[in-house]
DNA sequence: TATTTTTGTAACAAAATTGTAAAAAAAACT
DNA sequence: AGTTTTTTTTACAATTTTGTTACAAAAATA
């Protein structure tokens, strides 16, 4: 609903019903979210390893190759939420089975209001781990300190010769993925990828305005940059010394 | 209230389908528990009693010992949460008619998500009772205390400077989350699933409508927070200085 | 020096985020 | 049961952030 077409989120349907499909792909993308579908299996699994969807709701009951087997495969490479979809008569022991690998379940008939809130519920979690994960839990030191520039990655906070400054998020991630390299020349391309995110594909002088903004912010003559530097032709680097 | 690799909480678990208990075993150390494993119901009560695990997951049907009988076991000398695995509805009504003490049960077929909300559901209890029992008898306040902002975790009440301020549970358990850990910057994912639970599936937006409500009771000025503070883009956070 | 390429910058437009109130729903309490 | 309190959802406005564009300035190149 609030998502731009560059990071909609993507969810794998697979189902051979094609009814179901297609109310499930208009709710969906109503929703604000992007849908892949498979019919079977085996396409399934192709699908789901080549286009690394966000979510995969799985019937159990599939052609050619079935729920369980496809469970697997796809967890086996990657660490995907996976949503069942199960009819209430079918065998206890299969489902249970299949249920303990994937990360919720729901039993048809289901509500489309209550699918919804178990996609989003999952999604979300998925955030979370990433965040947490990522920055604090792991017992990282995490500040990052290059001469006169601090960055404190659990405040999000910024100081420049110990004066607290304001930055934006994406202004604070391009410092932290530059200061995390001190010295290393990045390129607006690789910039872009790491902090804006691989499928972003805005324009690349996007970056020089960012850069234009922090520095406005961190430096005291953005004329003559003594923290955020321009190598030419290259990119951007952190002076280390 | 996170855990470190010292205390991680040990789960029993009671099952005498194996491959049931390796997925449960997986997700369980996924999740960061230490886990024990039982095959029938008389090693079960051995391990409970030798080892204390801090849950017990408990399937009815078992070789040697029945669920029931083993529940009754454990209980007759530990005080530890146990949750009932049941395959049919009518075995409920068993559980709950023989009084046996049984904290909680999951019916088979269940998601990993499902069973881990219980499971988190129930050593929650276990801490407040802990927290309640041992901390208040000893004297120990039970206090949280940052800047002009004091909580007692007994008593859940929260006082700022002094002044004491009549917050819901919802409200308390926001604050005394984001206060545990002040200046760190909480995501409103990391709110969902710590204070409101791993299961919910509502909107993510409530957090900032309870955050409103905190702020119209402990700021003087709402629009210029000065204890719970916004970090846009990311979250929020309780200012510590 | 003139030309081309690259970078800096400001201004505007678009998009995302947050604050807020009020209605609706759910839960707790008589 | 009905009543009150708490919580969630929803909608909208205000604010902030971000992206785009056009042009200027600087550096590199011929």
Redesign the interface.
Known sequence: MEQTNENKKTILIVDDEKPIVDILVYNLEKEGYKTLEANDGLTAVDIALSQKPDLILLDIMLPKMDGLTVCKKVRATLNVPIL?L?AKDEE?DK???L???????ITKPFSVR?LM??I???L??T??RV??NED??KGNANKIEVGELQLNL???ETKVSGEIIDL???EFEVLKFLASQPGQVVTREVLLEKVWGYEYYGDIRTVDVTVRRIRGKIEKDTANPKILVTKRGVGYYIKNN
Do not use: H, V
């Not at 249920?99 to 379940?105: H, Q, R, S, V």
């Open positions: 069942m199960t206890i489902i249970l089975g249920e303990l690998g994937a990360d919720d379940y209550e809130a178990r989003k519920a999952n979300r979690k955030d979370a965040a947490t604090s839990e659990d405040k999000f934006t998020i994406r």
